[in-house]
């Protein structure tokens, strides 16, 4: 390149980010076209004339969440780094919070929220401040466990959540699995469970959390399962689930028993959801995120870096593994 052509790159550069002159006020003060100006300082950046540096933060996790997003079509995705030697308690602090922020930037006014439960979303509910929201309603997606802290219930997280945004809330009374699908069909036919039905048709917003692969010995609020229930689920190979809906490698409901005794919203209902936002983190999750990414249940992912990493490596993506 001509050196004249550098000198000139490098003056409409100056002008631009030094000076801090709109690209119009240059194209006035050069004589030259504002569209000319726009590819100049496009030029100056690919020559190495201009040499922009994000400080203090690292531009590799920025570059890993667009990769990401833009891989599984994902309107929104956060990821938390991980420190070395790093605490869980740590980790879940930072998750929480960022979570809490992305919540924040997705609730508006006139809104219909719908909430799943757990110790993840409670923690969200904690971390998000107050603010005075217009005419919104939250509503569970979900029916409550049968042994759970109650702080973690979803009739508790959606009066925290009704009472920080100054909206209101619809309560859930029945357990999310039932004993039979006969009981099961009793409740969904019942006048307060056909509108609540009709709300999940109207949401806007839906928040959850993904489980991962069940674990006879670690049942937590898995204590609604039998026996059966675990091998049934063990046999068809399922990897996780979404407000007690299990799913296999591909995203695809399993164990149709399950399915017909669970007090829910299905995952194709989910799926009508404009906005859908799931937090899950933690090595034994990645399997059940990467499902849920393939199957397209949710547009927005809060998670941490290792976790995706490893998404990626299940699904023979190999692009980051040289920075991981």
Sequence with gaps: ?????????AKIAYLYYMEEKSQSEIATETGIYRTTISRMLAEAKKEGI??????????????????????????????????LEESAASLEQKFAQAAA????????????????????????????????????HFFPLAGGPSHINARYHVNTLIYNMAFKCHGECTFINATIVQESQKLAEGILSSKYFEDLKRSWQELDLAVVGIGGQVDVNNRQWLDM????????????????????RFFDGEGQSVYPNLQDRTIAISLEGLKKVPNRLALAYGDYKAEAILSVLRAGYINH??????????????????TFTKFS
């Design 225 to 244: 399962l039998t026996a059966n229930d675990f091998a049934n689920l063990k046999q068809r190979q399922a990897v996780g689930e979404i407000c007690c």
């Design 50 to 83: 201009v040499k922009i540096e994000i400080k203090n933060f690292d531009t590799h996790l920025f570059h890993l969440e667009n990769y990401v997003r833009e891989k599984y079509s994902l309107k929104g995705l956060e990821l938390v780094t991980n420190g």
């Design 301 to 318: 992912l809060v998670t941490d870096e290792q976790t995706i990493l490893k998404v990626l490596a299940m699904d023979n993506d190999s």
């Design 1 to 9: 390149m001509k050196q004249e052509r550098m000198k000139l790159l």
């Design 101 to 136: 922020n992305v919540l924040k930037g997705l609730l508006d006014d006139e809104m219909k929220i719908g909430f799943s439960w757990g110790k993840t979303l409670s923690l969200l509910v904690e971390n998000l401040g107050n603010r005075r929201l217009n005419n919104v």
